[in-house]
């Protein structure tokens, strides 16, 4: 189980083979569009980096104060209507339960470096 668990959560090889293990999301839905893992919730600041991180880092980021249903997505296949509205309950999350958290300037300083 613990194995697993670092396959699945960090893509750590335990095996010692050099190659990282790929990160698998098992509890996704066959659906799902995104390569982002969206949460079902984010009520902390380290959950917010890691899905904004990983938002960015898939080319799905967008501005955090937009509404995703408005969007021209530079990915294909577009975010799923369902997609979209779980993008804009996790930034609502963000901006509700971390007042003292910018998204954008997240955003920003992480294209930047």
């Not at 967008?62 to 804009?88: C, G, M, Q, Y």
Request: with cysteine; aromatic share 10%; proline share 8%.
């Amino acid at each position: 189980m613990y194995l697993k668990l670092l396959v699945i959560k960090w893509g750590f090889d335990p095996s010692g083979a050099g190659k990282p293990a790929p990160v698998v999301h098992t509890h996704r839905k066959k659906q799902e569009i995104m390569k982002t893992f969206l949460p079902e919730q984010i009520t902390t600041e380290q959950q917010a980096r890691e899905f904004l991180s990983e938002l960015a880092s898939n080319n799905e980021d967008f501005h955090p104060e937009d509404d995703a249903h408005t969007i021209l997505w530079n990915v294909s296949p577009a975010p799923t209507f369902d997609e979209r509205e779980k993008l804009n309950k996790l930034m609502q999350d963000i901006y509700t339960n971390l007042p003292g958290f910018d998204p954008c300037e997240f955003l920003l300083n992480y294209h930047k470096s």
